[in-house]
């Protein structure tokens, strides 16, 4: 319960500045422009990584189900770029909340093989996408998550965009979340986004 109240609370603060929580998605004939991403989107870094988004949007949303959450968390994901949040952490913050979202984030507390308490390094599972114990890993295909990683995720879930782009984070962590946010997502989706392949092209060069 205290998981859950902690996730809404977190939301509220993405909706804060966005617009009201309670307020539902419509349809609009006309409107205005009140805050255009405009620039922050034009550079070399975040052009690539807006297009991932609206990839993972598409790809984790329903037919016919907007879920709002989404467009919430991509403002407050967008507010932070626009203060000079690292593209890659935003990266990583978006794809653990839209799992969350979408009731893909697999429990990080217990193993998803035997159920043990999990402690220190996990991994993930290609068959599964669930977070497994050192014993579990054997056999199968997994991705490590060592314990900065994992300190960086449950940070992610109990952080705003804006606050965790402030602190300090290493570079270490964050290429070992995405490698394990990567397998899950590819898992879903059973394919790798495409955006991702540009991302990963820009950033080590031809």
């Given at each position: ?22 307020l ?9 422009i ?6 922050t ?21 329903p037919e016919?189900?907007p ?21 890659e ?5 978006f794809?653990?909340?839209?799992l ?12 998803s ?19 497994v114990?050192?014993?579990c890993?054997g056999?199968?295909?997994?991705t ?10 449950s940070?992610?879930?109990?952080t ?25 997502i ?21």
């Amino acid at each position: 319960f205290s998981s859950r109240r902690r996730h809404t609370s977190l939301r509220r603060d993405w909706s804060s500045d966005v617009c009201s929580s309670d307020l539902d998605l419509g349809r609009l004939s006309s409107c205005e422009i009140e805050r255009s991403y405009f620039e922050t989107l034009a550079t070399i870094e975040n052009a690539p990584l807006a297009a991932y988004w609206a990839e993972l949007i598409i790809g984790f949303t329903p037919e016919l189900d907007p879920i709002p959450d989404l467009y919430r968390l991509t403002g407050a994901a967008l507010d932070a770029l626009a203060t000079g949040a690292d593209p890659e952490l935003m990266a990583r913050y978006f794809e653990v909340w839209v799992l969350k979202i979408s009731g893909l984030l697999p429990n990080l507390q217990h193993c998803s093989q035997c159920g043990r308490a999990l402690q220190g390094d996990v991994w993930v599972s290609d068959v599964t996408q669930g977070f497994v114990c050192r014993d579990c890993s054997g056999g199968v295909a997994t991705t490590r998550v060592a314990t900065p990683a994992r300190a960086l995720l449950s940070a992610i879930l109990t952080t705003s965009p804006g606050k965790i782009a402030g602190g300090e984070v290493s570079r270490g962590a964050v290429r070992a979340l995405e490698n394990a946010m990567g397998m899950m997502i590819r898992g879903h989706l059973d394919r790798v986004p495409r955006s991702v392949r540009v991302m990963r092209r820009l950033r080590n060069g031809p």
